[in-house]
């Protein structure tokens, strides 16, 4: 389908960015939801963008620090 | 490590210095400082804000020291933090400083922030698969840790310390804008940009690896148009 012929799809699409990153008001995300909910190909759109951000969140997120930097920094503070 | 539990205390080598300049802080009148005491703070941050310094500068031995640095100012400074504000968005304002001022060059002279194709993903893996097929989500499930850290790590400066913050740390629009010191305009749009740079870089890893066909550029054309120049 062609988007461009949807004016409720234009206007999901053009809140696509700050619905997955929660922030619209909860206004606007009903209404985003609300035209998912009746609109496969938005969802499906959406979900993948959704699934994208969390891809880059799960692989960069879990990282430590190195052992040892902790007690460096708090001797760097002790000696400030 | 408590600063209140050394109190009167005999103090030990350790926290017990820390957790004194503290009291002696909030002892007076004006006692601005954050009332909780700074190993915690340490021991807390110190994992976000190593993930970011490692990304930002791609090396762990200049990401240990930007993270020394920081805490180092944030403790001398720590007069100037408001209470009831958010001290983790405060340590990430002062890293980020910290690496602008180390790493100017870097920063300024970005490449040139050229717009790749808007929904990339979506334009070259398309909806419309056959039999509940989901080749996009698939291809994400195989990525792995490093092909994303690379990828996070080959984005210009600019858009890289904004999706780290956004994406991976969690902080809001406003926050992100606060902590870069930019409008919040400009948050969204390199949010926006470095997305689409993150999902050609994602795709074109995909394509190398041998996880999707290169001719998955077919399907673009089941796909959409939004920006023109596509399917018709």
Redesign the interface.
């Known amino acids: 389908?062609?988007?461009?012929d949807h004016p409720d799809c234009?206007i999901a699409?053009n809140r696509m960015?700050?619905y997955v990153?929660r922030?619209l008001t909860p206004g606007e995300m009903e209404e985003v939801r609300r035209h998912l909910d009746e609109c496969p190909?938005c969802a499906?759109?959406f979900?993948?963008?959704e699934?994208?951000?969390m891809?880059?969140?799960r692989?960069?997120?879990p990282?430590?620090?190195?052992a040892g930097?902790?007690q460096?920094?708090?001797q760097?503070?002790?000696e400030? | 490590m408590d600063a209140l539990a050394v109190a009167g205390a005999p103090v030990s080598a350790?926290g017990g210095?820390?957790a004194l300049a503290y009291m002696a802080q909030n002892q007076g009148p004006a006692a601005t400082t954050p009332p909780f005491d700074?190993?915690a703070a340490?021991?807390e941050h110190?994992?976000s804000?190593?993930?970011a310094a490692?990304?930002m500068t791609r090396k762990?031995d200049e990401a240990?020291d930007l993270?020394?640095e920081t805490?180092?100012r944030a403790?001398?400074f720590r007069h100037q933090f408001e209470p009831g504000t958010n001290f983790r968005a405060w340590l990430f304002k002062i890293q980020t400083n910290v690496f602008r001022s180390r790493y100017r060059r870097a920063h300024g002279a970005e490449q040139s922030l050229d717009d790749t194709e808007d929904?990339y993903?979506?334009q070259h893996?398309g909806?419309?698969q056959p039999d509940g097929q989901d080749p996009?989500?698939q291809v994400?499930d195989r990525?792995?840790?490093e092909e994303?850290?690379s990828a996070?790590e080959e984005l210009p400066a600019a858009y890289r310390e904004t999706?780290?913050l956004?994406?991976?740390e969690?902080f809001?629009?406003r926050e992100t804008a606060e902590i870069l010191d930019i409008p919040v305009g400009t948050v969204?749009s390199r949010?926006?940009r470095g997305?689409q740079r993150?999902?050609r870089r994602?795709y074109d890893y995909a394509v190398d690896s041998g996880l999707i066909d290169a001719d998955g550029d077919g399907k673009a054309d089941q796909g959409?148009?939004?920006q023109g120049g596509g399917?018709?």
């Open positions: 389908m062609n988007f461009e234009l699409l960015q700050p990153d922030e190909p499906k759109y979900d993948l963008e699934s994208f951000k891809l880059v969140r692989n960069a997120c990282e430590r620090a190195p930097l902790v460096r920094i708090l760097n503070l002790r400030a | 350790g210095l820390l700074f190993e340490v021991a110190v994992d804000l190593y993930r490692l990304r762990p240990e993270v020394q805490f180092l403790y001398r929904f993903l979506y893996l909806p419309d996009a989500a994400l990525l792995g840790v994303v850290r996070i999706v780290l956004t994406d991976v969690g809001s629009y969204m949010l926006h997305r993150l999902q994602l959409m148009a939004v399917a018709t």
